[in-house]
């Protein structure tokens, strides 16, 4: 698994794509975005990303085990046919998914969520039941005992996940020539349509065919116009509500009903099926969101705009500690993380609180909020150290190799970083020596204040503070003898010291830092051999 979650970085590029789409659609006239709902809808949306990221290194792990010790087939990673075949076979699996997702009710319970915006716009896609991934990788099993690698599956799914998050828009009408071939935001506004035609519709990730094979394929309808929601309407912005709401119904009913028989099997019948000592007297429907139903007047609770200013600045600030959460959350501990998923989720219950004109959760803002900061201070100021060992063997001896590597007024000539050493000898440095240095990064000119810690017959360290940025240095050369040649170790520690950094580092600055550092022992070789000529 990644030292990092990279999915948290995706979050300001899918709110990116929100804004194009909402900027797009009020030229065109359209309103159809609520801030309510897509507050409440990204709020799901962040609780379904906490969620997968606790549960990730257990699911990956179970895939990687059945591929490693159980596979029935080898697939190279390099043979087009093994992308190919594998594309079609896990859109197969995500439709099972789908359409057991709708079918059965425990699993229409980590689902639901996703399907209970009744506006349906580029937030919606965000919206999905925080364990519904808790059930999903279940049905990608099949993936890794037909020898899918590990990353093919891993790349294929990221990508039917973004091609998904495009599907959710009515800012694109009906695209020729692929509409029943492959899923198209018409098709999937017909799956969120609660309208009875267009129940149980169109479960297809990337591809419509399976749709089409299986008797669930229904176009759009001109004189049908969508509406969007539940059957059973939500009738709340809480998003723990949310995601328990169709197992709360199942939880009372399998207390109320007197058959042990229907205690158990009602989780596993088709969706919405209730007892009949259940439903007789409360007013409901047996059938719930497999009958559909038209459109009805949509939960809407108006607040101030001085309310509305609060929880957008909050909201926004849970957003941003949500990003740094998440893509932290390998690295934190075990306390860090609970007290996280805690802060951040309360947040959004809070936030939904208000915006339902709720005055109840006043006074534990008082409590929340410094948590909340302290939270993203604690976050922002996260470090993260990332070590390189580079070995390469001299034709010098050792004593040479090191004399020459701790001599910094000579690092311009062999280091591709280094473009300025302030020293005032091109002599070994011995400890309690300082120096100064500045260096070319992929982030620009940065100056460095060193110190040299330690000089021995085979060793040589120094420590460094990155004056332009605040990062910490720690740079080891030591040698051994090999008869006439020595080996010559570098090892390289770096400490970034804010996520902004951490970040960047993970994403582009460690591998050139890795690359230079392999290239500066060879051009370290070659001055060597220069230096010393015999």
């Known amino acids: 698994m990644s030292e990092y979650n990279l999915n948290g970085l995706v979050i300001p590029l899918f709110m990116f794509f929100m804004a194009i789409e909402y900027i797009f659609l009020r030229l065109k006239g359209k309103n159809l975005h609520r801030y309510n709902d897509s507050v409440n809808s990204l709020s799901m949306g962040m609780c379904l990303l906490i969620s997968d990221a ?45 359409r057991a997702a709708h079918e059965i009710n425990f699993l229409w319970g980590a689902h639901v969520g996703h399907h209970q915006s009744e506006e349906y716009n580029l937030t919606t896609a965000l919206r999905q039941s925080a364990f519904q991934y808790a059930f999903s990788w279940v049905f990608y ?80 309808l001109a004189q049908e116009p969508c509406h969007y929601g539940t059957t059973l309407p939500l009738n709340t912005l809480n998003p723990i509500k949310a995601n328990l709401q169709h197992w709360e119904m199942l939880a009372k009913d399998t207390v109320k009903t007197a058959s042990w028989h229907d205690k158990f099997i009602l989780w596993f019948k088709p969706t919405g099926w209730r007892p009949r000592d259940c439903i007789k007297g409360d ?7 497999s009958s559909g139903s038209t459109n009805i007047v949509k939960y809407d609770p108006q607040v101030s705009n001085l309310v509305k200013i609060y929880t957008a600045i909050n909201f926004l600030l849970l957003i941003a500690i949500t990003v740094m959460f998440l893509f932290m959350s390998p690295k934190l501990s075990a306390l860090m993380l609970i007290l996280g998923t805690f ?3 309360y947040g959004f219950v809070a936030i939904s609180h208000f915006l339902e004109g709720s005055k109840s959760l006043t006074f534990f803002e008082l409590i929340r909020l410094p948590v909340t900061f302290w939270l993203a201070s604690n976050l922002w100021f996260s470090t993260s150290t990332t070590q390189i ?81 605040g990062s910490t240095i720690r740079l080891q050369y030591q040698v051994r003898a090999l008869g006439n040649k020595s080996e010559f170790e570098r090892t390289l520690h770096y400490t970034m010291p804010n996520f902004a950094l951490v970040t960047v580092n993970a994403l582009f600055f460690k591998s050139k830092v890795e690359q230079k550092s392999e290239d500066s022992l060879l051009r370290l070789k070659n001055a060597v051999n220069a230096q010393f000529t015999y």
């Not at 490693?68 to 197969?92: A, K, M, Y």
Request: hydrophobic share 40%; proline share 6%.
């Open 283 to 289: 007013g409901s429907t047996s059938k719930l969101q």
């Open 343 to 345: 802060t951040v989720v």
């Open 141 to 220: 099993l099949p993936l890794a005992f037909l020898g899918c690698p590990p990353q093919v599956f891993l790349i294929l799914f990221i990508l039917l996940k973004l091609y998904q998050f495009g599907l959710h828009t009515q800012a694109i009408n009906k695209v020729p020539l692929i509409e029943g071939i492959f899923s198209t935001p018409s098709s999937h506004r017909v799956h969120h349509a609660k309208n009875p035609v267009y129940i149980d519709r169109n479960y297809g990730g990337t591809l419509a065919i399976w749709d089409r094979i299986f008797g669930t394929w229904q176009p759009e």
């Open 54 to 98: 606790l549960l990730k290194t257990f699911t990956f792990a179970a895939y990687m085990y059945l591929w490693e010790n159980h596979r029935s087939l080898d697939f190279s990673v390099q043979e087009p046919i093994t992308w190919v075949v594998f594309f079609f076979v896990l859109d197969l699996c995500y439709y099972a998914f789908h």
């Open 389 to 469: 060992i580079n070995t390469i063997v001299m034709d010098k001896p050792a004593a040479q190799v090191l004399s020459y590597a701790s001599s910094p007024g000579l690092w311009s000539d062999w280091h591709p970083q280094s473009s300025k050493v302030y020293v005032s000898s091109s002599q070994p440095l011995i400890k309690g020596d300082t120096f100064e240095e500045d260096i070319q990064t992929a982030l620009g000119k940065n100056h460095l204040s060193w110190k040299v810690i330690q000089s021995t017959n085979d060793t040589w360290i120094a420590e460094a503070n990155n004056q332009t940025n």
